[in-house]
């Protein structure tokens, strides 16, 4: 099992771009999760889906978007990108029910 | 608001002495409380976790103390190593409601001198 995986490792961002964030998991997990962590905030939920076709938001959700077409994949969209959206964000996974969330090695995001 | 406060920010332990890192919390819905350990340039990982039924959880060098009056939980690390330097979360969640959405503290950075 490769558990949650996150793809690129590293991006920069020019104010206003946009682009998407890769998140996948092959637990089979219902429930995912995207948040990203900023020096001294801890890590903070910016949206979540509790199984495919259903999506939430969290604390921080302003200026993403995400979509679940599959159980596998949750990818996390910047529509224009913004410098206040600096920041490492991490995937999680978990399965329906259970308190245990497994997270994914993150993604370094710079927007200058 | 931080429903979940975490202390100290950062902390020098000897090797060889313990660790303790603190969390008070404010929901009382809370009844999960975990601790994840994050080494740079990985993602947290879980490193124990305590239900409010019991007062005390130990695995290894690593102790939950709960205290669910103060609402109040601590991570103690017993014969702190080099190996142990990280940043520490606690963290608190409930499944009541369709929830579970972790909420964390803001992190502890970890460093163990030899």
């Known amino acids: 099992n490769a558990g949650v995986t996150q793809t690129p490792k590293f991006q920069v961002l020019k104010t206003g771009q946009s682009m998407t964030l890769q998140c996948a998991q092959d637990?089979?997990?219902?429930?995912m999760s995207w948040y990203r962590q900023d020096p001294g905030m801890g890590l903070r939920l910016i949206h979540y889906?509790?199984?495919?076709?259903?999506?939430d938001q969290g604390e921080v959700p302003n200026g993403y978007n995400v979509s679940r077409s599959t159980t596998e994949d949750f990818p996390l969209r910047l529509l224009s990108a913004a410098p206040s959206q600096t920041s490492v964000y991490f995937c999680?996974?978990?399965?329906?029910?259970?308190?245990?969330?497994?997270f994914g090695p993150g993604t370094r995001l710079t927007v200058t | 608001q931080q429903q979940v406060k975490q202390s100290p920010q950062s902390l020098i332990v000897q090797k060889g002495g313990i660790s303790i890192i603190n969390c008070a919390y404010e929901n009382t819905a809370f009844d999960y409380f975990p601790w994840y350990q994050q080494f740079p340039g990985k993602g947290p990982a879980l490193l124990i976790a305590?239900?409010?039924?019991?007062s005390e959880k130990k695995e290894g060098r690593f102790t939950i103390s709960f205290n669910k009056s103060a609402k109040q939980f601590s991570l103690h690390i017993m014969d702190s190593q080099p190996g142990d330097s990280a940043t520490y979360f606690c963290?608190?969640?409930?499944?009541?409601?369709?929830?579970?959405?972790?909420?964390f503290g803001t992190g502890t950075q970890l460093k163990v001198e030899l």
């Open positions: 305590i239900r409010p039924d019991v």
């Open positions: 889906s509790v199984g495919a076709g259903i999506t």
């Open positions: 999680a996974s978990r399965r329906d029910r259970a308190y245990e969330q497994y």
């Open positions: 963290a608190a969640s409930t499944l009541t409601g369709g929830g579970n959405k972790l909420t």
């Open positions: 637990m089979n997990h219902e429930y």
